[in-house]
């Protein structure tokens, strides 16, 4: 509940040493007029989905371990992580081992989205639908389109959400993309060719 006034991303830049770290420093400002939203796809000590949401300035995080699905009856577990800059969005390539978060991070979703979240017909905030922990958002990605909800099951900063896609057209419990498309939307990459190729430009 502190640090309100403080930078948002204070923790994102205490956790690491861009000596390092080829992970932007979180100078950028926004560049479209639309939020965005990104998925990554990180190989770190375990493999997980990292959920970012354009809010208030920086990409609201969660770690997703299955990824997102796109069967409404099939929800994720989502643990928040700590804001990142905005620029993160762009961000594919290799985290160096002992760094935090090492490993290779590859661009699995990106695109907008719009909020979607009423209460009594009236627009519910995105800040304010994360500070309650009832987020609603259409996602236009490359993998990903539709509604989709992150709902917070547990209290607390570091308390549990759930990613659950949302009933509407867009719903497809026979897709698997989590599981089918292991390769980069900006790059074409796999995980395993963004490692090779960043160690022989290393
Ligand atoms: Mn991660």
């Given at each position: ?7 948002p991303l204070r923790e994102y830049r ?51 371990p299955k990824g997102p699905s796109t ?129 022989e430009q290393a």
């Amino acid at each position: 509940m502190a640090e309100q006034n403080q930078d948002p991303l204070r923790e994102y830049r205490a956790k690491r040493d861009f000596a390092r770290s080829p992970e932007p420093q979180g100078n950028g400002m926004r560049r479209g007029k639309k939020p965005v939203f990104v998925i990554q796809l990180h190989d770190a000590g375990t493999r997980h989905f990292d959920f970012r949401l354009e809010i208030d300035g920086v990409l609201k995080s969660w770690a997703v371990p299955k990824g997102p699905s796109t069967d409404p009856a099939d929800s994720r577990l989502a643990v928040p992580t700590e804001d990142h800059p905005l620029d993160y969005a762009d961000f594919e390539g290799v985290i160096p081992a002992g760094e935090y978060g090492g490993g290779t991070v590859l661009l699995w979703d990106a695109g907008t989205f719009r909020n979607l979240r009423e209460q009594k017909q009236e627009p519910v905030d995105l800040p304010r639908s994360y500070a309650e922990g009832k987020i609603e958002v259409w996602l236009e990605g490359q993998r990903l389109r539709g509604g989709y909800a992150l709902i917070r099951t547990e209290e607390g900063a570091d308390g549990r959400w759930l990613l659950i896609k949302m009933k509407d057209d867009e719903a497809d419990p026979a897709r698997d993309p989590a599981t089918e498309e292991d390769t980069s939307v900006r790059s074409g990459r796999t995980l395993a060719e963004i490692a090779a190729e960043e160690q022989e430009q290393a």
